[in-house]
């Protein structure tokens, strides 16, 4: 079951990349014929786009790897080196649409885009709003986090298609209207995008350097997490858990008390369904090592359910 999820993720990375870079090349063809450099700057930020979705899929193909005597954690870090070579890339490419946007406002030179690269825009908006509900369904189908973070990205393609839609109207109507000053809203924009692209980059080198250090969970970050394990049969306490994430994926180790009157075969086996359950439920975790101890018979205990949170107390 967790192999299929996992599986489930690579196909959305997969469609991401390849629908991402397909968008990118059209727009690129439809800002060079019609003149739009804001078109142009969407274009490099649609294929930003399929270079994510390009670091996604490593780090979930290098997921299934079996881990190593050299990697006794898996590979999951290695995408961290992809998603620095991204951001480095967005960096680059980014000035140098900046300085190319400078250039084109010190020159005066703006151009009224075509209506296809209006239509172009406009579809590949639609196109990517429905790969965004693709990636959402499929997301909560195999709780992945990862697909989740990259779904909430729509977002900033909104923001994206209302900064350059809004340059190239304004140059339009400039053309129209024969006033110059409103043609260099195209570059203008393009320029804005090349800030944002700037910014996504930036994030992208912080989530890298998160994800290269290994760091423990929080605790409202594990409460899923306990909450899944009270809920296995033959589970009476959660002495002590320990989330650690490892790259994109994280590692559990979990003690737990059972019934004293239960065999070490029983107890063993309520182990194996904690790990079972973990590791089906929740598509990041990578292992889980399970502690089966009996419950002390003079020992005292009392089990808080509460909205937020649940306490175990001895």
């Known amino acids: 079951m967790a192999e299929g999820r996992l599986s489930q993720a690579e196909k959305g990375s997969w469609i991401s990349m390849i629908v991402n870079a397909v968008v990118a090349v059209i727009k690129a063809a439809a800002a060079f014929f019609s003149g739009s450099f804001a078109l142009l700057a969407d274009a490099v930020h649609s294929l930003s786009d399929s270079f994510c979705a390009l670091a996604v899929w490593s780090g979930l193909k290098l997921s299934k790897k079996p881990p190593e005597r050299k990697h006794p954690y898996g590979y999951g870090k290695r995408e961290s080196v992809v998603m620095i070579l991204v951001a480095v890339w967005m960096f680059v490419v980014g ?14 030179e703006g151009s009224a885009p075509s209506w ?6 406009l579809a590949a908006y639609v196109i990517k709003a429905a790969l965004h509900q693709y990636r959402l369904r499929q ?7 990862l697909l989740l973070a990259y779904a909430a990205e729509h977002r900033f393609d909104i923001i994206m298609t209302v900064i350059v839609l809004t340059g190239m109207t304004g140059a339009l109507l400039g053309y129209e209207l024969q006033q110059s ?6 570059p203008i924009a393009g320029a804005a995008v090349a800030v944002l692209l700037l910014w996504k980059g930036y994030q992208l080198i912080q989530r890298a350097i998160q994800a290269a250090w290994d760091h423990e969970l929080m605790d409202e970050e594990a409460m899923p997490l306990m909450r899944s394990i009270q809920s296995v049969d033959g589970v009476i306490l959660i002495k002590e858990l320990k989330a650690t994430e490892h790259g994109h994926y994280v590692m559990v180790e979990v003690t737990i008390s059972v019934n004293p009157n239960l065999s070490v ?3 063993y086996l309520v182990g194996e369904r904690v790990k079972e359950h973990l590791m089906h439920r929740y598509l990041h975790v990578a292992d889980v090592e399970v502690h089966v101890h009996p419950l002390e018979r003079n020992s005292r205990y009392h089990v808080d359910h509460g909205e937020s949170s649940t306490h175990w107390i001895q």
Request: charged share 15%; hydrophobic share 55%; net charge neutral.
């Open 95 to 108: 000035i140098e649409l900046i300085m190319q946007a400078g250039r084109n406002l010190y020159a005066g």
């Open 116 to 121: 296809y690269a209006f239509a172009v825009l």
């Open 139 to 145: 997301s909560k189908s195999i709780s992945s986090r």
């Open 181 to 186: 000053w409103l043609m260099l809203l195209d």
């Open 265 to 267: 075969a029983e107890g």
